[in-house]
């Protein structure tokens, strides 16, 4: 059956996955796709979620939006063991299993709005990077199971395939407080580069 969110999403001038694969295949911007998370200019956002998530009791993450595994890399060097990641670009999930070859059965290639797409056990879910390039931002939030801990970021800033961004934390807060209650928003700025803005937003997804 056809997934229906799919059809949206391009009728609205999302970028499909050939978009990302071959914006993997490049490294994306000035190269930062391919750099090890230690080099990545979303490290500091990245270091303050591994804080949160070792507050947590032996979390299992779920990794919507992947990417290259950098924050995976990062989540196994800190001694978290309980993840999943998934991404709808083949090449990113690749290059994730490369570099965290001791998790390469944990990444998979999937749709975040295909229930059989997405990988089962967790408590907590993570989404960096990828809220700002979907028309159902809301819609992905509102699918995940009521009362699990979620971080996720957007930018300030538009790119080539962001549909949207967020002038401030409060315009953060505008678009996902009735989604994530206990809302609370973190501002890095100078991230990850001068004059942007990365929002680090986490909580635990509304009850319905």
């Not at 009791?57 to 995976?72: E, H, K, Y």
């Not at 059989?116 to 408590?123: F, I, Q, R, Y």
Request: some cysteine; aromatic content about 10%.
């Amino acid at each position: 059956m056809p997934n229906p969110f799919r059809k949206k999403r391009r009728e609205r001038g999302e970028r499909d996955a050939s978009f990302y694969d071959e914006l993997y295949r490049r490294g994306g911007y000035e190269g930062q796709y391919h750099v090890s998370y230690r080099e990545s200019r979303y490290l500091p956002v990245w270091e303050r979620a591994v804080e949160i998530l070792l507050s947590m009791d032996r979390p299992s993450v779920l990794d919507i939006g992947c990417g290259p595994g950098q924050f995976a890399e990062l989540l196994h060097d800190s001694g978290i063991s309980g993840y999943a990641g998934v991404d709808h670009s083949s090449v990113a999930v690749e290059m994730a299993r490369r570099a965290v070859p001791e998790w390469a059965g944990r990444f998979s290639v999937g749709d975040a709005f295909a229930e059989t797409d997405m990988p089962g056990e967790h408590d907590v879910v993570v989404i960096f990077e990828v809220l700002e390039h979907i028309e159902g931002d809301r819609e992905l939030l509102a699918r995940i199971e009521p009362d699990t801990p979620i971080l996720f970021s957007v930018p300030s800033y538009l790119s080539a395939s962001h549909v949207r961004r967020f002038r401030s934390s409060r315009a953060v807060r505008r678009r996902y407080a009735g989604l994530v209650s206990d809302l609370r928003i973190e501002p890095f700025a100078e991230c990850p580069e001068p004059g942007k803005t990365i929002y680090l937003g986490h909580g635990s997804t509304a009850r319905r």
